[in-house]
């Protein structure tokens, strides 16, 4: 399959004045060839300041400079994960920050000079330098400081080489007090969730903190504390269900409006892990009703789901989502005062616009007093369900978002594991029948010559499967076999597990790509992004299939790979959540000495 990216977003970007070119070979070449620095942009399809970026290129004086003095690269993160990476990383190491869109300059060899997250046109403070400004700057140094530019590059390179690398160490004794002792300490008291603000959702954390929760009760209660402010703040869409994707406060009340299939996933996922633990009707109820919206709102001819909202168009978005008071007085009438009173609905509107903090006079819907109990909670959102019915079918008549249409594999898997387990924790059989739907399409639409492709566009593979869709693909398949009993599904597990080890498998780790691939650095990660790591999704998958298979080798991998991260699972288990989850399973298996414990497979 080719590295050729069909990502329409990229090619929209690329039909600009700025003579965008792709990450490849052929580009690393004409930078040496002119000797040039590399500017390379990786953009978001989900991130508003992505889309903000598109006046910067309208510049004169930045086309002209980027065109005539740089070589312009442009790539979607999502296709380039080991670009992402490293991208973020050389941020977090010069500027202690990093986000949506990034800016990283290189030598035509790759030696990173700077790297930094959004910037405006100008400089607004001298503390933060406009785009112009930057590009002035890293001219000046390339033509007159050249010396002193292959200096600080070669320092740069040698920290972000270690910050890449596997952290090789024996893991020590305590891994559970140190995960325990970290999410305590970085845990949001009063809000749920982790740190301030942006406040995201940070899906493994929780499901660690779920497991870690079992003999701590001071976990137990902010896992609850966080899905009560998840479901009843403005990160979820109280009218037809479904998540945003984070807040841009640390209350959770304004939201990145815009919703996407795999961060749904990661969320909807903590949500049935809370079911499995006890029942709850309102969570039930989210999880059903964002299963509907997403395969209503998402669903492609072929039963695969596109990736999402396309937020380019920020203000149908906001006009799609958001109310006036007005406009719900008109729609309510005697029973919009209680109504607003339960859902924070103000004439001056309640949402301020995430970019400028400006109030908007609009609304965003969320339980503006959560309740005490669950009972409550339930009892209030039946009795206003009549007046969310009137809202609905208003907002039904409104133009809705456009689509991305891309097809992530891996969003797809995910939401097909997700299926294939609330069907197990719901008992709703056509939830599995659903997620085989998924996973029989990509077996045929998404394999070329025993390999997965990233994305499919226009029914097409497009570009190669990284680490993290080959373990997406691994966990459908096993908790399919798990909800199914069928043994093809096992067959699956252990097929893309062993081929996933033969392309990523180095070092005991696994890369992020596969060998050859053109990185900045070779890349292994155990971070967890929205998403859990390729190599915390493998354990865990490697785990099961121990556990279906009673085959050591499984269980023999799954202990290489945490051998390979056991200095990072020493210092950060909490930002190594689902690592350090299959670490802490791993554990737990070899003392009791538990192999299988699925229903015996059926052909």
């Not at 001298?126 to 007159?144: A, C, D, S, T, Y």
């Amino acid at each position: 399959m080719s590295r050729r990216s069909a990502n329409p977003f990229v090619g929209r970007r690329r039909e600009e004045s700025v003579g965008w070119r792709p990450w490849n070979a052929e580009t690393l070449r004409r930078a040496a060839s002119l000797d040039r620095p590399l500017c390379l942009c990786l953009i978001n399809n989900g991130s508003r300041w992505s889309h903000m970026m598109k006046a910067n290129f309208e510049e004169p004086e930045i086309i002209g400079m980027l065109n005539n003095d740089f070589i312009p690269v442009l790539a979607d993160s999502d296709d380039v994960p080991h670009l992402a990476l490293a991208a973020r990383a050389m941020a977090q190491i010069m500027l202690g920050r990093a986000g949506w869109p990034l800016f990283i300059f290189m030598t035509p060899g790759k030696k990173p000079i700077f790297a930094c997250s959004y910037l405006p046109k100008q400089s607004e403070t001298p503390e933060n330098p406009g785009l112009l400004e930057v590009l002035r700057r890293i001219k000046w140094l390339w033509l007159m400081k050249r010396p002193q530019i292959d200096e600080a590059s070669a320092s740069y390179g040698a920290q972000l080489e270690e910050a890449l690398s596997p952290y090789t160490a024996p893991l020590q004794e305590g891994l559970e007090a140190r995960a325990v002792e970290q999410l305590l300490e970085e845990m949001d008291l009063q809000n749920g969730g982790w740190g301030t603000a942006p406040k995201f959702p940070q899906a493994p954390k929780l499901l660690l903190c779920s497991y870690l929760g079992r003999k701590n009760e001071t976990l137990r209660a902010h896992f609850d504390r966080s899905l009560a402010a998840l479901f009843g703040e403005g990160l979820y869409d109280h009218l037809a269900a479904g998540f945003h994707d984070y807040c841009c406060d640390r209350q959770w009340q304004i939201p990145y409006l815009g919703k996407h299939l795999a961060q749904n996933a990661a969320v909807l996922d903590v949500f049935v892990e809370a079911l499995k633990e006890a029942p709850n009707p309102v969570y039930r109820e989210v999880v059903e009703d964002s299963i509907a919206l997403l395969r209503r709102t998402l669903s492609e001819e072929n039963g695969l789901l596109c990736s999402g909202d396309d937020v380019r168009d920020m203000d149908t978005i906001d006009r799609y989502y958001l109310w006036s008071k007005d406009e719900i007085d008109g729609l309510l009438r005697e029973d919009s005062d209680a109504f607003c009173r339960v859902y924070g609905v103000t004439f001056e509107g309640n949402y301020s616009d995430p970019l400028t903090q400006k109030k908007t006079g609009r609304n965003v819907l969320r339980l503006a007093a959560m309740p005490g109990s669950d009972e409550n909670t339930f009892g209030i959102w039946e009795k206003n369900e009549s007046a969310r019915r009137i809202l609905r079918e208003r907002r039904s008549r409104r133009k809705s978002p456009e689509k991305d249409t891309r097809i992530s594999v891996r969003a797809n898997a995910c939401f097909a594991a997700v299926l294939a387990q609330a069907s197990d924790v719901l008992e709703r059989k056509e939830y599995q029948v659903q997620a085989e739907e998924i996973m029989k399409t990509l077996s045929t639409a998404a394999v070329s010559r025993n390999d997965l492709c990233h994305t499919l566009s226009g029914g097409l593979g497009d570009g190669e499967g990284g680490l993290e869709d080959y373990a997406s693909f691994i966990w459908a398949s096993l908790k399919l076999y798990r909800a199914s009993g069928s043994a093809s599904w096992l067959e699956a597990a252990e097929t893309w597990s062993a081929r996933a080890d033969e392309l990523f498998g180095i070092r005991g780790a696994m890369r992020l790509v596969r060998e050859g691939t053109l990185e900045i650095l070779p890349v292994w990660d155990a971070g967890d992004d929205f998403l859990p790591s390729g190599n915390g999704m493998m354990v865990n998958n490697l785990l099961e299939l121990y556990r279906a298979t009673a085959d050591e080798r499984w269980l023999t991998r799954a202990q290489s790979i945490v051998d390979a991260f056991g200095g990072a699972l020493n210092e950060y288990p909490a930002a190594c959540a689902s690592l350090t989850l299959g670490a802490l399973r791993l554990k737990d298996l070899l003392r009791t000495g538990e192999k299988a414990t699925y229903k015996s497979p059926v052909s």
